[in-house]
């Protein structure tokens, strides 16, 4: 009796390519694109799925130039990649960015073209910390210091998906000593806080003249530490109806960007 013909095997599916542990994944075609128009050298890989095989073509032409690997994969394959679903079928693999640490002797030079800071402590949530870090693109503002609170949040590849981008034009620095970095930033700036009820109104603080305005956020359970209240010059809050106690962080980000940013529109 004939034996009936081996059955073909079915293949595994592919595996992803290994990606070094410390490497950075920047998902999203509005992340990725903004990557490549402000730092393409950074990246080292690229994966992308049907969907964006024509959007993605003239960075696979540049790093073909560069001899840099990519390819079209599946959008299962990206989510392996990613651990998450939300990639929007494109993945750069990037070397981390660093970030610095803050030098009170720049400020000096920060303040010499009079745009203000934003400055977190205590944000902890990264996805607050990229739709800030789009806001303050859209708008302009370059520069975010983030303090040394045991619960701020950094960059973070959540972060990067949420800022749409945003990111790739805000620099963020790092503080350290935090309370005694705001004291040498008041040599360059105005320190300005911000609290539930207790403060002035926005546009009068923020609009008056003078030294360029570093604005501080909390996060949105405490506020602001009462050491860095203290260290503040002025203190503002957005009023409101009452019927809601405050604003997601970044919605008050949001309108106080929009406030300091009138006068440079």
């Excluded at 402000?38 to 890989?45: K, S």
């Excluded at 990206?78 to 400020?107: K, Q, Y």
């Excluded at 604005?215 to 530490?225: A, M, R, S």
Aim: hydrophobic share 40%; charged share 25%.
């Amino acid at each position: 009796m004939a034996r009936a013909p081996f059955p073909h095997k079915k293949q595994p599916p592919r595996r992803p390519d290994p990606i070094s542990p410390e490497a950075e994944k920047v998902a999203g075609w509005p992340a990725v694109k903004a990557l490549f128009a402000h730092d393409p050298g950074r990246v080292e890989r690229l994966f992308y799925d049907e969907r964006m095989k024509d959007a993605a073509a003239e960075i696979c032409k540049a790093l073909a130039a560069a001899r840099k690997p990519y390819r079209m994969a599946p959008t299962e394959e990206l989510t392996r990649i990613l651990g998450s679903p939300l990639h929007g079928g494109i993945i750069a693999v990037t070397r981390p960015r660093p970030i610095r640490v803050f030098d009170p002797a720049e400020a000096h030079q920060w303040a010499k073209d009079g745009k203000p800071l934003l400055v977190l402590d205590g944000v902890g949530n990264p996805h607050n910390l990229g739709a800030i870090a789009r806001t303050m693109a859209f708008f302009g503002l370059e520069r975010l210091l983030i303090s040394d609170h045991p619960g701020q949040a950094g960059p973070s590849e959540a972060a990067l998906r949420v800022s749409e981008g945003g990111l790739e034009w805000v620099e963020v620095i790092q503080t350290r000593k935090f309370v005694a970095a705001l004291k040498r930033l008041r040599d360059s700036h105005r320190i300005v806080g911000t609290a539930l009820g207790s403060g002035k109104p926005v546009a009068e603080v923020l609009n008056r003249p003078g030294k360029p305005v570093a604005l501080i956020l909390g996060n949105e359970e405490d506020g602001l530490p009462p050491a860095t209240l203290a260290a503040c010059d002025d203190i503002v809050t957005l009023p409101g109806s009452g019927r809601i106690q405050s604003l997601n962080v970044a919605a008050t980000a949001a309108i106080l960007i929009h406030e300091l940013a009138k006068p440079r529109r």
